[in-house]
């Protein structure tokens, strides 16, 4: 699916697929400090290079990333220039967790708002689920632990100190 990038109300919504065809251009220059990226289906090599040229365009101030899939925020750990210059690197709102249910081993994703990730030197703490299907208790995915780079850069508006 080709992406797509609204700008009304002064938030960019963002859909589709970040590859070689996307382009960021109706963000540029429109003012926009909010950005929605829930539609958000992949990102490859060639949409990192798209990105990594839109973030060059941010004028001062911070952006603000809501509704941030989990194929989104792994690019964000795997590479942390997509949050922008490190003097004004992007807060992330709210992000898709990836959780497992303990009992029946189904995954899924929970957007949660930073405010409920509770960060405890180098590990995040996120907040009990319950699994849709059969009811037990669920967690969030091992993976989700390398979050915690992203809070080392404070881009969940506080900075963790972490020692890996």
């Known amino acids: 699916m080709a992406l797509r990038v609204v700008v009304g109300n002064g938030v960019g919504k ?27 289906t992949s990102i490859n090599s060639y949409g990192v290079r798209a990105f990594l040229d839109f973030a060059a365009t ?70 009990a689920q319950t699994c849709s299907i059969c009811g037990s208790p669920a967690e969030a995915s091992e993976d989700a632990q390398n979050y915690i780079d992203l809070a080392s850069l404070g881009a969940f508006g506080r900075k963790a100190v972490t020692a890996r």
């Open 58 to 127: 941010w004028s001062q101030g911070q952006m603000r990333f809501h509704r941030c899939p989990a194929v989104l925020v792994d690019a964000f750990v795997l590479v942390p220039a997509l949050l922008g210059p490190e003097a004004s690197t992007a807060e992330i709102v709210s992000l898709e967790v990836p959780y497992d249910c303990v009992k029946c081993d189904v995954d899924f994703p929970v957007l949660l708002d930073r405010d409920e990730l509770e960060i405890q030197g180098a590990r995040l703490n996120f907040p």
């Open 14 to 40: 963002v859909a589709g697929s970040i590859d070689e065809s996307a382009s960021f251009a109706p963000l540029v220059g429109s003012g926009v400090k909010d950005i929605d990226w829930q539609g958000v």
